[in-house]
């Protein structure tokens, strides 16, 4: 069974970043997908950005590219969300995901596990 479990949210003013965490277990994750999805209030959940493990060039959400980064790193089975100059707007609940497949597809359905969600609040 995988378990991903995310750390790193909290309170930042605007202009702030934050690092996320997310650490993988219970697979071999060679060849999988990770990815961020985010959830505000009252809104669907979307995507944010997602990264192979096996390498390639990673993909962003309009709304977060040039300020987010994800990165990965095999060892630790451990993906990473730096975000910098944040803004209000991405206020949300941050989830971590992981889908057996390398075809590009930010739709949260599709996704096969998830885990529990880590606050980030973006005060003005």
């Known amino acids: 069974q995988v378990q991903l479990v995310e750390s790193g949210g909290g309170l930042v003013q605007a202009g702030g970043s934050l690092r996320l965490s997310c650490v993988a277990s219970?697979?071999?994750?060679?060849?999988?997908?990770m990815g961020w999805f985010r959830q505000a209030p009252g809104k669907e959940r979307e995507f944010v950005a997602r990264i192979m493990w096996s390498g390639g060039t990673p993909s962003y959400a309009d709304s977060v590219k040039g300020r987010f980064t994800i990165s990965r790193d095999n060892a630790k089975n451990t993906v990473y969300l730096q975000m910098n100059s944040l803004k209000p707007e991405d206020t949300a609940v941050y989830y971590c995901?992981?889908?057996?497949?390398?075809?590009?597809?930010?739709?949260?359905?599709?996704?096969?596990?998830w885990g529990q969600g880590t606050q980030v609040t973006v005060s003005s």
């Open positions: 219970g697979r071999t994750f060679s060849a999988y997908t």
């Open positions: 995901a992981a889908r057996r497949s390398v075809v590009l597809n930010t739709s949260p359905k599709v996704w096969d596990y």
